[in-house]
């Protein structure tokens, strides 16, 4: 059974927008830091965005302004929310969770793809 399920990936023009979702469970969601790792073809994964279950929020300083972070804690879900898409932000983008150093749960990955 997933524990971290994915959603809201797709093909979007340059300057659109896309809302990206994490689900998962009620105990990994308030014990755990939750974010997104993204990986382009040929690259190595990098991290996007990071929030803690106490709300702290942590970006790769490129995108910040762009993207945005956030929880929802009715529905224990994690949303990266991002504007302004460019064709470099084309990559698989992975949700995760982890409690200190280790990274306990991966999401199976959802394409994003920015294309005219």
């Known amino acids: 059974q997933a524990q971290l399920v994915e959603s809201g990936g797709g093909l979007v023009q340059p300057g659109g927008s896309l809302r990206l979702s994490c689900a998962t469970s009620?105990?990994?969601?308030?014990?755990?830091?939750m974010g997104w790792y993204r990986q382009a073809p040929g690259k190595q994964r990098t991290l996007v965005a990071s929030i803690t279950n106490g709300g702290s929020i942590n970006y790769a300083d490129s995108l910040k302004g762009r993207f945005t972070i956030s929880r929802d804690d009715a529905k224990a879900t994690v949303h990266l929310q991002m504007n302004s898409l460019k064709p470099e932000d084309t990559a698989v983008y992975y949700c995760y969770a982890k409690r200190g150093f280790i990274y306990n749960y991966w999401g199976q990955g959802t394409q994003v793809t920015v294309s005219p």
């Open positions: 009620r105990s990994i969601f308030n014990t755990y830091t």
